[in-house]
């Protein structure tokens, strides 16, 4: 591994990810869009609880589940299915012919995506206690960003491993992601505490990073609550997270190698709308 | 006339093969089935997780009539605006569809009727889920059939009529813009009674709940297929004031004025997209 290789895919992060960042900014409507409209679905949720006398806990459950769905879409739409769209519009068999490493690319999606995403929850998040006035603890804030690093790590490494995976799914990418929209949203449980699914349903959603993220970021800001509502104990989370980090990088690069050869032998890495 | 009617029919067919043909039917009507129940089973399991499993009670049957219910808005909205999106960033088709000689907006309802048919039998599965499964109070021979048909229809065209407006607004939003249906439909799931009762909210946004006309769909089509739940929540849902043909004279007055105010907004904006260059624009970051 030479310098030059290492700055050139360094550059390839940057090039990648330049375009997800200012992006956005150049079409300023995703502030009302992403931000202020999404709340609202939130807000019904807030208000269900209300209604029925909910320890006020549970608006904060939502806030911070309805702010994390939007780590849970990006990795949906802007990195899973982002291959099959680069493929759709062209861009693929540029991003392969290119003198550089292909995690590059995926990086530098990973690296935009969560720059962005990470805007947009943090504004849901702010607005969503300032509307309904709830509070958090900030007692451990160094495990508070710890969980929030791995558990990012894990789940951007889940979205390069599907983002090669749904290259070989052709027009189906877009109903996969749809359908692992409101299912994920239930088996995570980004609106409730997943320890209300049982233990095993939840172990079983635990392969999914954002379930044990968003578990254990509940524990931290609601330390009060304690076993009652936690599934796993907070080291524990950040250790099988930790795990997971390893496991989905790894395996997005086997995956990636395997679908692009796949890709390559079967004719379909460029073939548009099949 | 004739010409629309075919347009209509192509389109639909168009539109049921770009939601059908890209699996085998078993996977399809298994997506079908899965993502609308899930959708309402979170809303389930927050219940259960507060009342330790009381289904038995009227507000269950009607947080979750009303969830089931809400997936028209979600998906008809939706549907509407993602013709404009996908025709034009993902196939790049929207300027043939465009300038060929054809009802553009006719083009877009045959693509909506398909999302509406299967729409249809999401709710249909999630109401027959939640009367085996969860006790949902729905009580076949008590349906009041007239409000619900008479509701049923109204509603869905108003919906159509306000996508037709969103789909206009999509021609000048980039990719993201596809948020803008979320988040409309966000809108009426908090004023509009969806999952719980419009008293909860505070007095001012009471008063816009009764300025939205998904608020009295709901409320119509819950009549229809709930009199004796509605009956039974009396005051509580804030609605019980108004007579089922006050309900219904608000829904076709309120589609009426939607039809021209979509109409004028989808001209103002096709006109903008046309002047801007944004017809076949495409914004894949």
Redesign the interface.
């Known amino acids: 591994m030479t310098e030059t290789w290492l700055l050139r895919n360094l550059r390839a992060v940057r090039g990648r990810a330049y375009?997800?960042i200012v992006?956005?900014n150049r079409?300023p409507?995703?502030v009302?869009?992403?931000i202020?409209?999404?709340?609202?679905?939130v807000?019904?949720?807030a208000?269900?609880?209300?209604?029925?006398?909910?320890p006020k806990e549970?608006v904060g459950f939502v806030i911070l589940g309805g702010a994390m769905t939007a780590f849970w879409l990006n990795i949906l739409w802007s990195m899973a299915s982002q291959l099959y769209?680069?493929k759709?519009?062209g861009?693929l068999s540029l991003f392969m012919m290119a003198p550089i490493s292909r995690m590059s690319i995926l990086a530098g999606m990973a690296v935009g995506g969560l720059f962005f995403t990470t805007l947009r929850a943090a504004s849901t998040m702010i607005i969503g206690i300032v509307v309904f006035g709830i509070t958090l603890s900030l007692s451990d804030p160094l495990m508070l960003i710890l969980v929030f690093i791995v558990t990012m790590i894990a789940l951007y490494g889940m979205g390069m491993m599907f983002a090669s995976l749904y290259l070989v799914f052709?027009?189906?990418a877009?109903?996969v992601s749809?359908?692992m929209?409101?299912?994920i949203?239930?088996a995570s449980g980004?609106?409730?505490?997943v320890k209300?699914?049982g233990f095993w349903a939840a172990a079983g959603a635990s392969i999914i990073p954002i379930t044990l993220g968003l578990d254990a970021l509940r524990q931290l800001f609601y330390p009060l609550t304690g076993e009652q509502y936690q599934f796993l104990p907070v080291t524990v989370e950040v250790a099988i997270l930790a795990v997971l980090c390893v496991m989905f990088i790894g395996l997005s690069k086997l995956s990636l190698d395997y679908m692009e050869k796949l890709g390559k032998s079967t004719g379909r890495l460029t073939l548009r709308?099949q | 006339m004739r010409n629309d009617l075919r347009t209509f029919k192509n389109a639909a067919w168009l539109g049921w093969q770009m939601e059908a043909n890209?699996?085998d039917p078993f996977l399809f009507a298994t997506?079908s089935v899965?993502?609308?129940l899930?959708?309402t089973?979170?809303?389930v399991?927050?219940?259960?997780?507060?009342?330790s499993g009381e289904t038995g009670v009227a507000?269950f049957s009607f947080?979750y009539v009303g969830n089931a219910l809400y997936m028209y808005v979600a998906e008809v909205l939706f549907g509407v605006t993602w013709v404009i999106h996908d025709d034009r960033e993902?196939?790049m088709t929207l300027k043939q569809v465009y300038i060929a000689p054809i009802n553009f907006h006719t083009y877009i309802f045959g693509r909506a009727a398909v999302k509406i048919a299967i729409t249809t039998v999401g709710v249909l599965l999630t109401l027959v889920f939640g009367v085996l499964v969860l006790g949902v109070d729905i009580d076949v021979s008590a349906i009041d059939w007239p409000v619900l048909l008479a509701s049923l229809a109204l509603g869905l065209a108003c919906l159509c009529i306000m996508g037709l407006a969103l789909g206009g607004i999509s021609f000048l939003?980039?990719k993201?813009?596809e948020?803008?249906n979320?988040?409309?439909a966000?809108?009426f799931?908090?004023l509009s009674g969806?999952?719980?009762?419009i008293t909860?909210?505070p007095g001012w946004a009471q008063g816009v709940s009764k300025l939205l006309p998904v608020t009295y769909w709901m409320e119509g089509v819950r009549r229809g297929l709930e009199p004796e739940v509605v009956a039974s929540l009396g005051g509580t849902t804030g609605m019980a004031g108004f007579s089922d043909l006050t309900l219904m004279a608000i829904l076709a007055i309120s589609s009426a004025i939607f039809l021209f105010i979509s109409l004028g907004v989808f001209r103002a904006a096709d006109r903008a997209a046309r002047r801007k260059g944004k017809i076949d624009w495409?914004?894949?970051?």
Not at chain 2, 45 to 51: A, D, R, W
Request: charged share 10%; no cysteine; aromatic share 24%.
């Open positions: 375009p997800r992006g956005a079409e409507s995703w009302f869009f992403d202020v409209l999404p709340l609202l679905t807000a019904a949720y208000y269900i609880y209300k209604f029925m006398d909910a549970f769209w680069e759709e519009t861009n052709g027009r189906e877009y109903h749809n359908l929209t409101e299912p949203y239930l980004f609106y409730f505490p209300a699914l709308w | 890209w699996t997506y899965v993502k609308p899930a959708g089973l979170i809303l399991f927050m219940y259960l997780v507060i009342t507000f947080m993902h196939y939003t980039a993201h813009g948020g803008i979320e988040g409309v966000g809108v799931y908090v969806v999952v719980f009762p909860i909210l495409t914004t894949a970051y």
